[in-house]
Nanobody, 122 residues
């Protein structure tokens, strides 16, 4: 099986920074795309940023220029550096990874972390 474990959430003042980390573990053959999504109270889950195995990134317009996604393939880990945080960034942030399991013929299956709360407030 595969597990995604997130860390790094918390309470921060507007204009502050946080760094989220998500580590994948288990019977992993290959990790394809990885990404971060978020869900605010009363809203649908939305894409924040994604990164391919080769490092190509994509961002939601609302976070461009403020957030940076990166990954360490050797550690099966994806990061989200969040700068210039705003109250509207408050949400539960979820890690996502498309993973091919060892000894599986399935090219990839989506896995999700448990979520980490980010609160931006003065």
């Amino acid at each position: 099986q595969v597990q995604l474990v997130e860390s790094g959430g918390g309470l921060v003042q507007p204009g502050g920074s946080l760094r989220l980390t998500c580590a994948a573990s288990g019977s992993i053959f290959r990790i394809n795309d990885m990404g971060w999504y978020r869900q605010a109270p009363g809203k649908q889950r939305e894409l924040v940023a994604t990164i391919t195995s080769l490092g190509t990134t994509r961002y939601a317009d609302s976070v461009k220029g403020r957030f940076t996604i990166s990954r360490d393939n050797a550690k099966n880990t994806v990061y989200l550096q969040m700068n210039s945080l705003k109250p509207e960034d408050t949400a539960v942030y979820y890690c996502n990874a498309n993973i091919r399991i060892a000894l599986s013929r399935v090219a990839g299956t989506d896995y999700w972390g448990q979520g980490t709360q980010v609160t931006v407030s003065s």
